[in-house]
C-alpha cells in the first residue's frame, strides 16, 4: 500500500487532502476526559500542513442516529486539536454541506479543518453501497481534483462506511503514519511472534471476543482470561458464579475451548479468586473469596491478589504479550487493582508488549501508567481483535492496491 511518505515525495502543497481520523473520545459533557486518539492523529496532521497541504479532517464521535445531535458534536475535539497543532482547526457546522464548502475553501496552505461529525449523515454508515457512494463522492468533491486520501483512523478500518472505504475508491490513497504502525505492529502478532507469545483478555461479555479465542487458540502458548468474561468460564467449570457477569448462551461455546486448549497443549489460565460485593457501586463492602467458592448473593468486580501474582508469573518469562480488555471494574479505585497489575507486568517483561486499544488503552492512562513502558498502544480496539481474529479489515484492504 501506498503511505504517507510517497504522498509527501509526490508533493501535497496547495493540495487539499481528506485525513479520515479517529477521533472517538470519551466525554464528560464539554471535557474530553481521555486524549489519547487525538494525540495519536497529530503526527499525520502535523506532516502534512508542514508540507503546506490544506487539510481536511473528517472523524466520528459517539452513536448518533444519523442526524445532528448537539451531545455529540466534535466541537470540543476541534479546540482540543487546535491547542495540540498549536493552530486554530476550523470547525464546519455540518458534514458535506454549505458550511463544509465554505470552511474548506477558506483554507489556507498549511491550515486544517475539521468536518462536524460524520454519522450525522446516515449515508456513512448505510448498508447500501450507492448511498455510501454518494456520500463518498460529496466527500471526494470537497478536496477537488487534485485531492487525495490519508487513512489515519485505524479504530474504524473494520468497517465499511463511506468515509473509510468508498472514497479511497475515488481518491488516490495512503495510509497515514498511525495506521501503518498499527498493521505493521498486528501483524508481528500473527505472523511470527517471538515465544513465549501469551495473550491476556478481559472486558465484559465473551460473546465479543469468541472469533479472536478462536484463532488464538491456534496461535498461543498461554492465554489468560479475566475481566467479566471469565465468569462464562469458571461456570463452564462448573462453578457458582453468583450475580457476577454471565452469559448463559455462552458456556457450552466456552466449555469448547477449554477442551480446545488442553487438546492443543495451549495453557488456558483462568483467576484463581476474586474481589465480590453484593452491591455495584464504588464504596461496596469487598470480601475476596476463592473462584470455587463465590456465594450466590456475591458479584466479583475484579481479579483477586492470588491471581494478579499468577498472572504476572505468567506474563514474566513472555517475549511477545498482547493484553486487550480490563481485568475488573477499572473505574472504581477498590476495583482497578487487577487492571493495574497486568499492565505493571507488561511494563516489567522483557518482551514485545501491545494494548489491544479500547478500554486497555483507556485503564493505562487512567491508571497513570507510563505509556512508553509499552512496545505500542493501539488505538482500535475492535480493528485490533478482528485483525488477529483473521478477519479481512475494509479500510486497510482498499488501500492494498
Known amino acids: 500500500m501506498k503511505t504517507l511518505d510517497d504522498l509527501l515525495a509526490e508533493g501535497v502543497s496547495g493540495r487539499r487532502v481528506l485525513v479520515r481520523a479517529d477521533l472517538n473520545v470519551p466525554l464528560d459533557g464539554d471535557r474530553i476526559t481521555d486524549d489519547g486518539r487525538v494525540r495519536a492523529s497529530v503526527p499525520t496532521i502535523t506532516a502534512l500542513t508542514d508540507a503546506g497541504a490544506r487539510v481536511v479532517v473528517t472523524a466520528h464521535l459517539g452513536r448518533p442516529k444519523g442526524t445532528p445531535e448537539d451531545k455529540y458534536s466534535l466541537r470540543p ?40 461529525n460524520i454519522r ?59 495506521v501503518l504502525a498499527e498493521v505493521e505492529v498486528l501483524r508481528r502478532l500473527v505472523t511470527d511472534p517471538r515465544r513465549p507469545y501469551v495473550v491476556v483478555l478481559g472486558g465484559a461479555k465473551v460473546s465479543d471476543k469468541l472469533g479472536v479465542i478462536a484463532n488464538l ?23 457458582e458464579v453468583g450475580g457476577s457477569l454471565l452469559q448463559e448462551d455462552q458456556i457450552e461455546r466456552v466449555a469448547g475451548f477449554l477442551k480446545e486448549a488442553d487438546e ?57 504479550v498482547f493484553w486487550n480488555g480490563p481485568m475488573g471494574v477499572f473505574e472504581f479505585d477498590a476495583f482497578a487493582g487487577g487492571t493495574k497489575a497486568v499492565a505493571q507486568a507488561l511494563i516489567d517483561a522483557d518482551a514485545f508488549t501491545v494494548v489491544g486499544g479500547g478500554d486497555s488503552a483507556a485503564a493505562v492512562r487512567a491508571l497513570g501508567l507510563p505509556e512508553d513502558g509499552f512496545s505500542h498502544i493501539s488505538t482500535g480496539g475492535g480493528a485490533s481483535l478482528e485483525f488477529l481474529e483473521g478477519k479481512e479489515l475494509p479500510g486497510i484492504a482498499v488501500l492494498e492496491d
Open 77 to 116: 475535539v476541534a479546540a482540543r486539536l487546535g491547542e495540540l497543532l498549536g493552530a486554530e482547526v476550523a470547525l464546519a457546522a455540518d458534514v458535506v454541506g454549505d458550511s463544509a464548502t465554505a470552511v474548506v475553501g477558506a483554507l489556507a496552505d498549511g491550515q486544517v479543518a475539521l468536518l462536524e
Open 120 to 178: 450525522f449523515d446516515p449515508r456513512e454508515t448505510s448498508k447500501d453501497a450507492a448511498e455510501r457512494g454518494e456520500l463518498a463522492r460529496e466527500l471526494a468533491d470537497l478536496v477537488g481534483a487534485d485531492g487525495a486520501y490519508v487513512s489515519d483512523g485505524f479504530g474504524v478500518v473494520h468497517r465499511k462506511q463511506a468515509s473509510v472505504y468508498d472514497v479511497a475508491t475515488l481518491l488516490p490513497h495512503y495510509a497515514g503514519t498511525l
Open 217 to 239: 487458540l491456534t496461535k498461543v502458548d498461554r492465554l489468560l482470561i479475566g475481566g467479566g468474561m471469565a465468569y462464562t468460564f469458571l461456570k463452564a467449570q462448573g462453578h
Open 264 to 320: 492443543r497443549g495451549v495453557e488456558l489460565v483462568l483467576p484463581l479468586d476474586v474481589l465480590t460485593t453484593k452491591e455495584f457501586a464504588a464504596d461496596a463492602e469487598i470480601q475476596i473469596v476463592a473462584t470455587d467458592a463465590i456465594p450466590a448473593d456475591r458479584q466479583g468486580l475484579d481479579i483477586g491478589p492470588r491471581t494478579r501474582e499468577l498472572f504476572a508469573s505468567k506474563v514474566a518469562d513472555a517475549r511477545t
